[in-house]
């Protein structure tokens, strides 16, 4: 007789920051997943699926024992469970357990709610992937939780990567892992559309949970490899799923990256009627040796450089060098007389140059540069073309034109090309500029009103920065940027921000509220139901660190039930806070449009209820650039408590939706070329602390209450007044904290992600045709939802013709 095996198996690991962990498998059907009832005492309090994919079942399941007539043994070792428990039980009593759905079979292990928490086994690692060549995850060594292991990818016995477990990613902030996340970034072979099985170990060779991981991507995107004319059902097919699931690469492999993607365009400019054959004038700057010795080996042998890229083009430019130069160029003197920086321009001009531009001393460009650079003036709306660079081995992924950001950190620069009628312009009314500085801003000024179309940027890489900026030319870009400032800002100025990066000298704009601005009304509007603790440290920061005169604040209260809570609206009631009464269920987006309409104030100010002003002075940051010309919105730098950035500005296209600039860099990070802490354009912030006009508000309808109740209202709302042709500003100048979610909390209900999900649905099916081309973003670089913003290189890049600044071709 057969012995009885009981179909059932499985345990309780462990209970960690209200995270249930365990595993179920049932023998008669082991490919099958199995349905949990999680247990508090006798009560249940939730179902959970055992579908988790957990490495250490490997060896378990090889010592059970199946019925005889079971043929398949597990295909997977996807039969792990995580039950979140919520923050409610952290003070509950009694014990946790798991049965099987409809049954009385209970798993083994319960936990005694009373007993100190340890992290069980399959909550030490973990690692996960798209498909793509970046693996994420964490490994926490248990017997030392302060440690960082190193954790290794091999693909069969050949090391591909390791990385040290010592990140603090945002996407393990549920799991409450710590700083003891990791990035593996595995080589560009194996993006061959074939599929890798790639294991990842800790250092002593233990396999992490959810290794081995299947990579499979193909470097120049699927949809490369059908024919679109003969397949073309596949080809959209493809292009949809590239579309939704981005692939990228880490920035340690831009070498490989830059050889596959930077090479020359098939179509040259000479073939564009809107500039036919045209006469590109290039001037050779001294840039850092300026104030060097001219006759060093280093002085000669950048020069011979400069001169070799610049000879070496499809394109063929005319040169000109200073009379200094030409004596230094390998000892040979050439006839030409001219001497100063003005006189080259001259000289460009009187041989009928279409374009001019600039080139360092030292610096190179690559062979294609000049063509490819000149499919910017296909429009003869453009007047002014910049492209991509690179310094020390990173290349700067510019943005579309952005002038906040250009005034802080000289962005378009580098390799700047000007038709030779804004020049003509310039001089009407002024003298010829005297060295690069000079030249750059002043022509950028002069197109300054309608930049958004005359400033076209070529996404490409084609200039080499080889040497570092000088202090002295740092500070003559300063100089010039200042005078361009106070043209068209009288009250603005520039202040030095951080130490000359070698790159670039960055800089903040301050501008000066006069008194008549600062008497304008301004409301703050804060939703909440109860949440007293999170309300009222809210309300006393805001208080304690703002002096705005003409200040109303509106607490609207969404069917707030706590005594403690009416308590609390009556404290501040007798402050002069209004306490606005919306009941119903809870609608961000209905609650602020409401409240709009009643805010006394000029400028209403969207605040969360889980907000906390850090400084004073941040209101004032807001309101003296809201008041600007044509800037439809501002938002703030937001922190979480633990001093990361939680928004930095809202990205476009992240997963085909949009998602927060900054998540995992410190407050005082760098960013990628000075994003965390210069003032820019964005296509969105948050409505966690957003700022705007409320006429404004008004003639785009407010937020959609019927359409994002929830998520995405904000950015609709800033996608709103970009068709009107405002700005949004991103200013890190203004710092608060945001507990993110901890008023509402996150996704985790099957109601609430079918609310998100429909959300994000109805975002892409309104916004679609922008969602891939942000101005502030830049095509080579990563959408997938793993990394953050500037972590990775997308795979392939999207489209990189040149483009203008506007998110809406109307504009």
Not at 32 to 40: P, Q
Not at 715 to 723: A, H, S, T
Request: proline share 5%.
């Amino acid at each position: 007789m057969e012995n009885f095996i009981s179909p059932w198996c499985g345990a309780v690991d462990g209970f960690h920051k209200n995270l249930l962990y365990g595993w179920a498998l049932n023998r008669l059907d082991p490919n099958s997943r199995v349905v949990l009832e999680i247990c508090l005492n006798s009560e249940v309090i939730g179902c959970v699926i055992a579908d988790v994919m957990r490495s250490d079942l490997a060896a378990i399941f090889r010592d059970l024992s199946f019925p005889d007539t079971v043929q398949d043994r597990p295909h997977d070792l996807c039969h792990g469970f995580v039950a979140d428990l919520g923050a409610g039980y952290q003070a509950a009593d009694g014990s946790l357990f798991a049965r099987v759905a409809n049954t009385d079979v209970i798993l083994s292990g319960k936990i005694d709610l009373s007993a100190p928490e340890k992290p069980p086994i399959s909550l030490t690692s973990n690692v996960f992937s798209d498909g793509a060549l970046c693996l994420l995850g964490w490994c926490i060594d248990s017997r030392d939780t302060m440690a960082h292991k190193e954790v290794k990818a091999f693909l069969g016995e050949r090391l591909i990567a390791h990385a040290l477990a010592d990140l603090l990613h945002p996407a393990l902030r549920s799991y409450d892992v710590g700083s003891h996340g990791f990035e593996l970034n595995l080589p560009l072979d194996l993006a061959d559309g074939q599929v890798h099985s790639v294991r990842v170990t800790d250092a002593l060779g233990n396999e992490l949970n959810g290794s081995p991981v299947s990579v499979c991507c193909y470097a120049s995107g699927g949809k490369t490899l059908v024919d679109p004319d003969r397949e073309p059902v596949i080809a959209q097919l493809l292009e949809s799923y590239e579309r939704y699931l981005p692939r990228s690469l880490g920035m340690s492999s831009y070498r490989e990256w830059s050889s596959l993607f930077e090479v020359a365009p098939t179509q040259v400019p000479t073939k564009k009627k809107s500039l036919p054959k045209p006469r590109v004038g290039i001037i050779v700057c001294a840039g850092s040796f300026e104030n060097g010795v001219r006759q060093s080996a280093e002085f000669s042998q950048a020069l011979q450089d400069t001169l070799l890229s610049l000879e070496q083009q499809d394109f063929k430019p005319h040169i000109y060098l200073s009379n200094a130069l030409q004596i230094s160029r390998a000892g040979k003197r050439q006839q030409r007389a001219t001497q100063s920086f003005a006189e080259l321009l001259q000289k460009a001009l009187d041989d009928q140059c279409d374009v001019i531009t600039c080139v360092r001393l030292g610096d190179t460009l690559l062979p294609h540069a000049v063509s490819c650079a000149l499919e910017g003036f296909v429009s003869s709306a453009t007047e002014i073309v910049y492209t991509d660079s690179e310094f020390a081995g990173v290349p700067w992924f510019k943005p579309a034109w952005n002038p906040e950001y250009a005034l802080s950190s000289d962005y378009p620069l580098a390799f700047m090309l000007v038709r030779r009628e804004v020049l003509e312009s310039y001089l009407k009314n002024k003298s010829m500029p005297l060295d690069h500085a000079e030249f750059s801003w002043g022509m950028l000024a002069m197109v300054w009103p309608r930049g958004e179309r005359a400033i076209v940027h070529v996404p490409r890489v084609l200039y080499q920065l080889n040497f570092a900026m000088s202090e002295s030319e740092a500070e003559r870009r300063t100089e010039a940027a200042q005078l361009v400032l106070q043209e068209l800002e009288p009250e603005s100025r520039l202040l030095p921000h951080k130490p000359n990066t070698g790159e670039f000298a960055a800089r903040r704009i301050c501008r000066h509220l006069n008194q008549q601005e600062r008497n304008i009304a301004v409301t703050l509007i804060i939703p909440t139901r109860d949440r007293v603790n999170l309300l009222s440290r809210c309300i006393s920061t805001l208080q304690a660190h703002t002096d705005w005169p003409n200040l109303e604040i509106i607490v609207i209260d969404n069917d707030s039930v706590e005594a403690k809570t009416k308590t609390y609206f009556r404290r501040i009631e007798n402050q002069g806070i209004k306490i606005l009464s919306i009941p119903g269920v809870f609608n961000f987006a209905t609650l602020n449009n409401q409240a709009v309409n009643v805010a006394k104030g000029e400028v209403v100010g969207l605040i969360n209820n889980d907000i906390e002003a850090l400084h004073d002075g941040w209101l004032d940051e807001i309101m003296s650039h809201l008041l600007r010309p044509n800037v439809g919105a501002v938002g703030a730098k937001l922190l979480w408590p633990n001093g990361m950035v939680q928004h930095g500005g809202v990205l476009l296209g992240v997963g085909n939706v949009a998602a927060h600039f900054g998540n995992r860099l410190a407050d005082q990070d760098w960013g990628d070329h000075g994003r965390n802490q210069l003032l820019q354009q964005v296509s969105s912030v948050t409505a966690a602390c957003l700022f705007l006009r409320k006429c404004d508000y008004f003639a785009v309808g407010g937020m959609d209450g019927d359409a994002f109740p929830v998520a995405f209202n904000d950015v609709d709302l800033c996608l709103k007044l970009r068709q009107l042709g405002k700005s949004i500003l991103w200013t890190p100048y203004a710092r608060l904290l945001h507990a993110e979610s901890a008023s509402r909390g996150h996704e985790d209900t099957p109601q609430k992600r079918a609310r998100a999900e429909r959300e994000i649905e109805i975002f892409r099916q309104r916004w679609g045709a922008c969602l891939l081309r942000d101005p502030a973003y830049h095509p080579s670089l990563n959408l997938d939802s793993h990394r953050h913003a500037f972590a990775g290189l997308a795979l392939p890049p999207r489209d990189r013709a040149p483009r203008d600044a506007r998110l809406f071709k109307h504009e």
